[in-house]
């Protein structure tokens, strides 16, 4: 118990103000809908925190610029952002350093289809994928998610600004927004959202780890990453701070899918340096209904 609170109680320095501290631009929070923008903070403060004796004190500084995925990493290229974090895919990890320790253990590739709640009966009726991709899915226009959803056969209304999914998924535009199993829950808590639930009795899933991204300029940078997470990883240290963040912790127990459908997906683009093999790095959720 005493080393939970010790992580919770790193993890809550965010953002902290400290003039001997060297700053690492990140970007800021795309809208009130991204509640996953917290995890993300406090687990690489965590790690800044716990590599602070071999690399010295940093902190982190929000950009002053909002950035649609793409020019963000163009933004990373140029310098004007230390770090980005995202989806991977082989045109990412070519161009950019890729610190290959999935930040939610995998678990981002698990897709929970959130839907308006006048349509859970409908949503009952589906029992093959195959009716699911009648359907159209709202899902980012620069994610890899899309290209790995229309590759399989689903349809994918594209949209370029998140703040607006969830208002076309409430319009009525798309049928589903499929969002990440360790988002979705933190995603629905606000007043706005009442209309809509997470329709977990059908799961989409693929190969899809979310990591931290630098330039490959910055190797100070990437290894000081890697060690902090590598460690917390060895250690158990990062599945306990995801089932004890305000974001992640509803995810858990695991085994409360066991009744799911789910739906598998390949991703062509996932890069052949992809650790699939190291079991300590991934999460996994097993149904009886694939």
Known sequence: MRAIILLLLISSLVLASNTRAAPIIIQPQKSADDASYSYY???????????????????????ELIYTQNRAF???????????????????EAEFRAIRVPLMGGLLGVRVPVIREEKYQAFQQIGTSGQLKALIACQGDQWPDSDILESNGYRVER??????????????RCDY???????????????????????????????????????????????RLEQGLTSLTKQGKLQVFMQHHPVTKNVFPLEKYSDSKMFRLSNTNLPELTPLTHESLWLQIKTSRD
């Open 41 to 63: 903070v406090d687990l690489i403060t965590l790690i800044l925190e716990l590599t602070r004796e071999k690399y010295g004190a940093a902190s982190l500084v929000e950009s």
């Open 74 to 92: 163009s933004a990373l290229k140029q310098g004007r952002l230390d770090l980005f974090w995202a989806g991977t895919n082989k045109q990412r």
């Open 159 to 172: 949209v370029t600004k998140f703040a607006l999914m969830y208002s076309m998924l409430k319009q009525g």
């Open 177 to 223: 927004f499929p969002r990440g199993i360790t988002e979705v829950y933190a995603e629905l808590g606000g007043a706005d959202k009442q209309d809509l639930i997470p329709y977990d009795k059908i799961l989409l899933s693929y190969p899809f780890p979310m990591y931290i991204f630098v330039s490959k300029d910055n190797e100070a940078l990437a290894l």
